[in-house]
């Protein structure tokens, strides 16, 4: 963005990261060894009190080991999160999180119910946390970095990962009895190919599993490309397998009637499926391109314009159904408008939008991923 310097980015940058921080950071009250979460129903209130979740402990662990570069505590916050993280495991694989903890009317933090499982995607970026932080500062402390990534990266192939179809499950509870009917579902914005190449990398044991499951991933994306996302791009929230192939589903398969549609998992997508080109200098898919092309004419290069929920399967493709200044689904265009230099002037007026944006008019989940994307305009992520 040759309109900003360095500096200027990296101050509007740390502006808005301590008040992120001082806005969802929480300590657990009396706890050895020191418990902090991200309080990520501070906007709105839930019937069980919920007040955090494995996603939210995910995204905190990526945004303080990367901004430990600035913030002399931000070392200090990961490791107690990470404390909070070991202190909630799943039911099904106690190397897994549970993926949400509510507070009881004592004060006590606890598991949303006793048997509660994990999701793929938030263990994802625990992992992820974990292998920046062995990268940045290697001594043990309290926590062996490396040697917790490693239990986790095991943990997700043991329990998340479909050795048939070589698909993420969308957690380790899809494997039990009970829920056997959720077998051959995936979720898109688990698709995070830059996070399992450093499985491949970290878990050498399992490293032509973990191929497997990038070469699967590449194969769904590329279908979809064929489908009802041939012009615009977009992905739905899940894929349903049908016969020998995964596709966006009609109706609701796990969370809304919008599950076949780009909603609020999917719009995760043009940052994480745009990390692979930034980092690795992967070639420019031909579902980035498109993608990119199509929000910039769809929104007459106006990121305001852009809307909370298009359709993909449940009618014309393309067609948006959502409202508009939700940065959830603004933020993550950021990160995909950086791979073509011929978007500047788009990614100039994201930043803008998102900058302008006070942080009072957003939620946790939209806050958080204008934080991400900041971090990785600005050019401050971290190459492990």
């Known amino acids: 963005m040759q309109t ?13 990261y301590y008040k992120w921080k001082k806005r969802y950071l929480r300590t657990v009250k009396n706890s050895f060894p020191t418990k902090e979460y991200l309080f990520d129903t501070l906007e709105f209130s839930t019937e069980n009190n919920a007040v955090t979740s494995s996603a939210a402990m995910g995204y905190g662990m990526i945004i303080f080991a990367i901004m430990s570069k600035f913030d002399a505590t931000a070392k200090k916050h990961f490791n107690n999160l990470y404390n909070f993280v070991n202190a909630y495991p799943s039911i099904y694989n106690d190397n897994l999180m549970a993926w949400q903890q509510i507070i009881t009317d004592k004060g006590e933090i606890i598991n949303i119910k006793p048997k509660t499982a994990s999701t793929t995607n938030s263990d994802m970026d625990i992992c992820y946390g974990l292998l920046i932080a062995n990268k940045l500062w290697r001594k043990k402390d309290n926590i062996n970095y490396k040697k917790e990534a490693l239990k986790r990266i095991n943990a997700l192939m043991i329990s998340c990962v479909d050795k048939k179809d070589y698909i993420l499950n969308l957690g380790d509870w899809v494997n039990t009895n009970i829920n056997s009917k959720f077998k051959g579902i995936t979720r898109s914005s688990d698709f995070s190919i830059y996070i399992l190449k450093e499985f491949v990398k970290a878990d050498r044991k399992n490293s032509k599993n973990w191929r497997n499951v990038i070469k699967k991933i590449n194969s769904i994306i590329n279908n979809q490309m064929n489908r009802e996302s041939k012009m615009n791009g977009l992905m739905p929230d899940f894929f349903v397998k049908d016969k020998n ?21 999917s719009c995760q997508t043009p940052w994480r499926y745009s990390m692979d080109i930034l980092l690795d200098k992967a070639h420019i898919t031909n579902q980035l391109s498109t993608l990119n092309n199509w929000i910039i004419t769809k929104t007459n290069s106006n990121p305001k314009n852009i809307v909370s929920g298009y359709y993909v399967a449940n009618s014309t493709p393309g067609k ?53 994307a900041m971090i990785v305009a600005t050019g401050n992520w971290i190459k492990i």
Request: proline share 5%.
């Open 4 to 16: 900003y310097s360095k500096k200027e980015l990296t101050l509007e940058l740390l502006s808005f």
């Open 245 to 265: 192939e995964f596709i966006a589903p009609k109706g609701k398969v796990l969370e809304t009637i919008h599950d076949g549609d780009y909603y609020y998992y």
């Open 320 to 372: 948006p159904f959502g409202n508009s200044n939700d940065l959830s689904f603004i933020a993550p265009f950021l990160v995909s408008s950086l791979i073509q230099r011929k978007n500047k002037m788009w990614t100039i007026k994201l930043w803008k939008t998102l900058t302008n944006t006070p942080i009072e008019d957003s939620l946790f989940y939209g806050n958080t991923l204008k934080l991400m």
